[in-house]
């Protein structure tokens, strides 16, 4: 199933070692000349490689980004402060809201009442203004005479 291990010895081993190819120079018009200030010039690089050739340049710095500007540590007691308006702002508004639904729930009641009055005036009004063309009253006869709300009938 699985391969059988060979055994190599060191000489067997051959290692194989790639050498760089050096490129040919790149044919490019002169750069032009730029006037340095004194004093700003970087320095040269020199750096021996392990065939013999030197190879010298200047050493290029990475750009190092703008520093950001520091940022004032917020303090504890303004954070409490803030959270505190929060806070306050949210009770009020729903205080806000309270005082007008106990408003609203008042002004139903009153409607309610007012239309229970309206309604229970009305029925006495007209319990006591129906004309009355049949009085009402209970008859009873008594030694075959009638009387009939404090009238004598003989």
Not at 95 to 119: C, E, G
Request: glycine share 10%.
């Amino acid at each position: 199933m699985y391969p059988e291990s060979v055994r190599h010895t060191a000489a067997e081993r051959a290692v194989e070692v790639h050498q760089p190819t050096p490129l040919p120079p790149a044919v490019m018009a002169p750069a032009p000349m730029v006037a340095v200030q004194p004093g700003t010039v970087p320095a040269v690089a020199s750096i021996v490689l392990p065939d013999g050739r030197v190879v010298t340049g200047y050493a290029i710095n990475p750009a190092q980004p703008e520093p950001l500007a520091a940022k004032p540590p917020v303090s504890r007691a303004a954070v409490n402060v803030a959270l505190g308006g929060v806070g306050f702002l949210a009770v009020c508004g729903g205080l806000l809201l309270l005082t007008t639904f106990i408003t609203a729930l008042t002004a139903l009641i009153t409607q309610l009442v007012t239309l229970a009055a309206v309604i229970f005036g009305g029925w006495i009004a007209v319990q006591v203004f129906r004309p009355h063309g049949r009085q009402g009253g209970s008859t009873v006869n008594i030694r075959k005479a009638i009387f009939k709300r404090n009238h004598f009938h003989g």
